[in-house]
Each structure stands twice: as C-alpha cells, then as structure tokens.
C-alpha cells in the first residue's frame, strides 16, 4: 500500500471547448499519450476547490484541495508576504499591488489605460523610490517590491482588511473606489482603512506623474506608468498545520511566490525552481526532485504553471502546446514513480482556465487521477474533461481531494473515532496515554 503521495498539479488544466479545435478542449485535442496510458492505470475523475460553476484563484483553489476550512484562508496579500519574507505582524493587513498606466477624467475618475505596462529596469526603480512610507491617522502604508512592478501593500495601525480592491483588472475600465466591505460598512475601522488607501492611491499618482522618467516617457509617446492598483486584501490567522490536520510532513515545490507563501502558511517545507522556456524538461526536473525526496516526505507537491500562462493569452492553440510539453516531460520522467509501490501519484489542476472568453478562471471542474497500489481501476484510458467524468473518482469537491489521499495512503480516520481533542483528519492519531489515577 502506498504510504506517501506525489500530487503532480497542471495549474489552469482544464478549459472550454473551441471552434478553433474543432469544438474540442486544449486538453482533448493535445497529442497527450502519457497522460493517457497514466489514466489507464488508475482512477480518473473530476476535482473542484469548490462549489460548481465559481472560477477559483490558485491560493483558494490551493488551500482548500490541501484540505483547510475556508474560514482560515487569510487572503493572497499574506500569502504572497509571507512568500517573499516580509514579516507581518498580528493585525496588519496586505495586499497584492502593482503599477500600471491609468488616465484621469474631467471628473476625476482614473481609467486603468494598460493594466499590464512594461518599463526599463531604472523606470521602475524610479517609481519605488518615488513612493516612500506614507502615514495618516494612524496607518502606516509600505509597498514591498517582490517582482518588477508587482509588489505587496502593507498597511499598518488600526486596519482591517474587509474592503474592495481598486484594480478593475480590464483595460478600459474605471479604477475602482475603494469600500469596507458590506458587511463592514459600519465599522469605523474598515471604513478608515478605505479612506487612507483612497489616499494612499490618490497621493501615488500624483507622485508617480511627477517623475522624471514618466515625463521623457510621454516625450517619447509611450504611455507613463502612472498608476497603483490593489487587489486582494487580508490579514493572518492562525490555521492549523497540515501535520497536525493530517498528520503529513509534506513540502511544495514551484517557482512561484504565492505558493511560497502557502506553504510557509501550513507549516509544509518548500523548495523553490525556477521555470525555463522548457515546461517539458522543468516537469520532469520536478518529477525526478520527488522521487530523490519521497523518503522524506508523506507528500510532495510539484507544480507546474505552464497550462494557466497559455490559457490566460487567450490562445487555445498555444495551451495545446504546453499541454504536449507537459506530457513529454512526464513522458521521460513519471515511470519510475508510477513502479514505486510505496507511491500514490495524484495528477490534477486547481481551476479551468479558459483560453478564450472574458474570465480569467472559470468554474467547470478539472480532471483528475489517481494511480498506485490499491487504487480501483476504471475504464477510462483517456485523460481529458470530459473522458474522466466517466471515471470512477466522480467529482471530488473540496478538502474530499484530501481525504481521498489520507484514504488510500491508509492514514484515513474511521468516522466517530474521537482519539484526540483536537480536529485530526489521520489515524492513528496523536493521544496521551491513559493515566491510572
Ligand atoms: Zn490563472
């Protein structure tokens, strides 16, 4: 029986069916042999982080198939602080920032002109400096660059992180007024919060229009880089750890920050790679660093980002191919892994990311397998949306990605068994031996 697991994760796997593919799928129309003999071996079926029909985000979708209570999600700004090492203290809250280039109305009203701007390495350390520590009743507003011109917004003091975002997120839309939250709409607390953010960006602006290399970019009819936008407020909580929830010593591996920041989040170790323009060869890297630490570790969370990039250029074709990359590298490097009895391997995404169409996520589940000792055979021998529906994991929904995992490493805890005061979704759990009195 198998005792650890590899969950190999094709972030933004699933989509919609094209014109362009003949009414097919990226995923159905990719030459994917690999992922086809793989479905053969195993489990096949459907995941959703959520409930059907709502696009998720990677963080929610990532947190929850970890199998946390929704409750305990603190918000992509913390993640992300957390992935690039700024050290937040109890009660401040963060948030995911970036510059881009916005247009004023006689009204006063920002319009997000280019919500993604490129700007030469010395503009955008110009654009840094120009925006220093910035107070007000109290709050203390800091922008921590963590990648060219996206950064985390930390606000400090009496802050609450139940309000709106200000990034509209489409070119061509209005910059949004920034809220409390309707639930908030009372609170003294969040309504300050959006009144010193408003500020905050009102006063960034105005500076960012100010610098010098905004003006020579205008001389040079390029559009400034003028604006801040903010997205995704929160604040940490306490959330249980996965050792302590699953009784798993586990670690995540992927090139990006926000999984950095969750793993740091849940107690999980993390190793960090790098993507090349070589999906293919970075899988497979990824897949040969689970295997060289499977003694380590109950699970072992490899990622690749490739899938999501394609399907947000709006490109079905392009997605087909990173998804025939993907399949190559597992091609050269799964089999090993899939011999190892000791092993369940899980292959899944996190959200549908549809690669035409206004969403950036969208709502459909994502296909799913799982392959090793013990796991019932369906006869599904071909990995796509819709070939797995017929499988026999179903639709797994939530933290049950989870507990299908517990299940068939055998850590999985007989309902009403209450060994432990504590939550504990593993068996045998930890107890305190009985004491004679
Ligand atoms: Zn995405």
């Not at 975002?165 to 009372?186: E, T």
């Not at 929160?234 to 959330?239: A, K, V």
């Not at 087909?320 to 090993?336: F, H, N, T, W, Y």
Request: some cysteine.
């Amino acid at each position: 029986m198998p005792d650890s697991c590899v969950l190999i994760l094709l972030d933004g796997l699933g989509d919609r069916a094209h014109s362009q593919l003949g009414d097919k799928t990226p995923l159905q129309a990719a030459q994917t042999p690999c992922l086809d003999r793989l479905a053969s071996l195993g489990s096949t079926g459907l995941y959703h982080p959520g409930q059907l029909g709502k696009p998720f985000p990677s963080e929610n979708a990532q947190f929850a198939m970890f199998g946390n209570p929704m409750q305990f999600f603190p918000g992509r700004g913390p993640l992300e602080a957390l992935g690039a090492g700024i050290e937040l203290q109890e009660g401040d809250v963060a948030m995911l920032a970036h510059f881009c280039s916005v247009l004023t109305t006689l009204e006063n009203h920002m319009v997000l002109k280019y919500d993604r701007i490129c700007g030469t390495p010395e503009e955008i350390n110009a654009l840094y400096t120009a925006l220093g520590p910035f107070k007000q009743e109290g709050i203390t507003i800091e922008l921590h660059r963590t990648e060219g011109m996206f950064s985390v917004l930390t606000m400090q003091g009496d802050v609450s992180p139940h309000i709106t975002d200000s990034n509209p997120m489409v070119d061509g839309r209005f910059v949004s007024q920034v809220h409390p939250l309707y639930a908030y709409r009372n609170d003294p607390t969040a309504q300050r919060t959006a009144r010193v953010l408003t500020n905050y960006i009102s006063w960034a602006y105005k500076q960012l229009s100010e610098v010098k290399e905004n003006k020579l970019r205008i001389k040079q009819t390029l559009p400034p880089i003028n604006g801040l936008v903010t997205q995704r407020a929160g604040s940490l909580c306490h959330c249980t750890s996965m050792r302590d929830r699953y009784g798993i010593r586990g670690i995540s591996s992927s090139s990006d920050l926000m999984y950095r920041g969750l793993a740091r989040f849940l107690g999980m170790d993390f190793h960090q790679v790098k993507d090349t323009r070589d999906p293919a060869r970075d899988i497979a890297e990824r897949v040969q660093f689970a295997m060289d630490n499977i003694e380590e570790y109950d699970l072992i969370h490899i990622h690749s980002k490739a899938p999501d990039r394609a399907g947000h250029t709006k490109s079905p074709k392009g997605k087909v191919k990173a998804i025939e990359a993907l399949d190559r590298g597992l091609a050269e490097s799964i089999d090993p892994l899939i011999k190892n009895e000791d092993v369940l391997v899980v292959i899944t995404s996190n959200h549908t990311t549809p690669s035409s169409g206004r969403l950036i996520h969208s709502g459909e589940p994502v296909p799913t397998m799982f392959i090793g000792a013990g796991v019932r055979r369906d006869h599904v021998e071909i990995f796509d949306e819709v070939s797995v529906a017929g499988g026999a994991l179903s639709c797994l929904r939530g933290d049950e990605m989870m507990h299908m995992i517990q299940n068939y490493t055998d850590r999985a805890r007989l309902a009403g068994i209450h060994d432990s005061p504590y939550p504990q979704q593993f068996w045998p759990g930890d107890y305190d031996p009985f004491t004679i009195e």
